[in-house]
């Protein structure tokens, strides 16, 4: 065997071993980033989304909620994202998921009732109905599945007929998209940190106790 060959079949032998050896990712993991990008991108679009369809003087993204604000919440109905950990045994992928998903579909809708009115937001919305699809796809490939009988799964269900009845003027519109745009961003930090930590999640294998 002439020294050319030896070095050729070498070399195969050593790619093939890198090759095996090489980490994969896995599809959680692959699911998991892609909606971090997209989170990322929403996060980045939220101060342009918020200056075409707020004007008020005083309402930026990043001012205070004061008291009369606070008020404006509970008089527009416009309810606090689900809250969000890193899975643990206590709080488990399936409720981690249940918990992005409701948050991203309740914001969703949000963005959904105020886009008929104000401008600037219908490209946030299909964001976070795109999110959806990648949330979904997390869930097929961690094998779970959304439980719908959770309560935190119905917190909009009559979000939009009740949010929409309370936009008596111009005033009541902007307010609710201002605090709807700064809860997002609030929400999109704690998605990006949950995602995060889903992202090195490892499934118990099967038949470990």
Do not use: W
């Not at 005083?58 to 309810?79: C, E, K, N, R, W």
């Not at 950990?85 to 809708?109: H, N, V, W």
């Not at 008596?168 to 605090?179: K, T």
């Amino acid at each position: 065997m002439n020294a050319a060959l030896v070095c050729t079949l070498l070399h195969c032998f050593l790619l093939a071993d890198f090759i095996q050896s090489a980490p994969t990712t896995s599809p959680l993991r692959a699911a998991a980033d892609r909606a971090k990008t997209l989170v990322e991108k929403i996060l980045r679009d939220v101060p342009a989304a918020h200056a075409a369809a707020v004007t008020i003087e005083g309402l930026t993204p990043d001012s205070a909620h004061s008291t009369h604000l606070q008020v404006m919440v509970m008089s527009l109905g416009i309810p606090a994202a689900p809250v969000l950990k890193p899975p643990s045994e206590r709080f488990t992928l399936d409720i981690c998921l249940s918990r992005m998903s409701a948050g991203s579909r309740l914001y969703q809708r949000l963005l959904g009732v105020l886009s008929e009115q104000l401008s600037g937001l219908s490209d946030l919305q299909a964001d976070l109905r795109d999110l959806q699809t990648h949330l979904s796809k997390m869930g097929e490939a961690a094998q779970l599945s959304v439980d719908e009988s959770d309560p935190i799964q119905n917190l909009d269900q009559n979000l939009d007929l009740d949010l929409a009845s309370r936009l008596h003027g111009n005033y009541e519109r902007q307010v609710a998209a201002h605090l709807t745009l700064t809860q997002l961003r609030s929400f999109s930090h704690d998605l990006i940190r949950s995602l995060r930590a889903v992202a090195s999640y490892r499934p118990r294998p099967p038949g470990a106790r």
